[in-house]
């Protein structure tokens, strides 16, 4: 089955810092991933969807300056939370989908992201 | 109205119980319907896939798919204390390739 690996799981930083967050499609090709952000007890909530070779699009309200999202081949996006605060301490999830639009989302397994 | 709602819960069944979760969507032209599980502190894991009316089984897990009534459900047979976790409804847009997520019900199943 689609295999979707999400790098690294885990990230503590201090304020002012900026954190990358990789996602890669291991056994399958994705032109579209998806970047998800998840605070405690709350629901999935989608940022923006990542386009292989153009510009991602953002969810209202999410800063495109500040989550920087680059797809840059088939099977590789990244997010980058640039000069973090704690307010952007959270559950950051990729995903992406093998095959057409109606298939299902795979996820990756998430990073838990703590801004000192 | 939410595109795509779930009652919150918990919904709480015991061990060897029939779990019945729903969920309902507003875009009558949808075309795919996804469960998903997630442990706390976990991503979401796909249980079922379901395109076309009546039910699906895949093992202790019936997903059922209404279009005329909006209506899709999960049914999991012989609930176990394991079973205990956020099932998530996720309805594909008609206009865009995103999945829309219900806020998910919280099953507690009590040993």
């Known amino acids: 089955g689609a295999v979707v690996s999400q790098h690294p799981s885990r990230v503590i930083c201090k304020s002012g810092t900026s954190v990358k967050i990789e996602c890669r499609s291991l056994?399958?090709?994705?032109?579209?991933m998806f970047w998800y952000r998840q605070f405690p007890k709350k629901s999935l909530m989608l940022m923006a969807t990542?386009?292989?070779?153009?510009?991602?699009?953002?969810e209202q309200g999410v800063e495109k300056d500040k989550f920087l999202i680059n797809h840059a081949s088939l099977t590789l996006s990244t997010l980058t939370v640039t000069s973090a605060h704690p307010e952007d301490s959270s559950f950051y999830i990729c995903?992406?989908?093998?095959?057409?639009?109606?298939?299902?989302?795979?996820f990756g397994n998430g990073t838990r992201l703590t801004v000192t | 109205q939410k595109e795509v709602e779930q009652n919150s819960g918990p919904l709480s069944v015991p061990e060897g119980a029939i779990a019945s979760l729903n969920c309902t969507y507003s875009?009558?032209?949808?075309?795919?319907f996804f469960w998903y599980r997630q442990y706390s502190g976990k991503s979401p894991e796909l249980i079922m896939s379901?395109?076309?009316?009546g039910d699906k089984e895949d093992g202790r897990f019936t997903a059922q798919l209404n279009k005329a009534s909006q209506y899709v459900s999960l049914l999991i047979r012989d609930s176990q204390p394991s079973d205990s976790a956020t099932y998530l409804c996720?309805?594909?847009?008609?206009?865009?390739?995103?999945?829309?997520f219900g806020t998910g019900t919280l099953l507690a199943v009590q040993p």
């Open positions: 996720a309805v594909n847009g008609r206009a865009t390739n995103k999945l829309i």
């Open positions: 990542s386009n292989e070779g153009s510009k991602a699009t953002y």
């Open positions: 995903s992406a989908r093998e095959g057409t639009v109606n298939s299902p989302l795979h």
């Open positions: 056994d399958f090709q994705a032109t579209t």
């Open positions: 379901i395109y076309s009316n």
């Open positions: 875009d009558r032209g949808s075309q795919s």
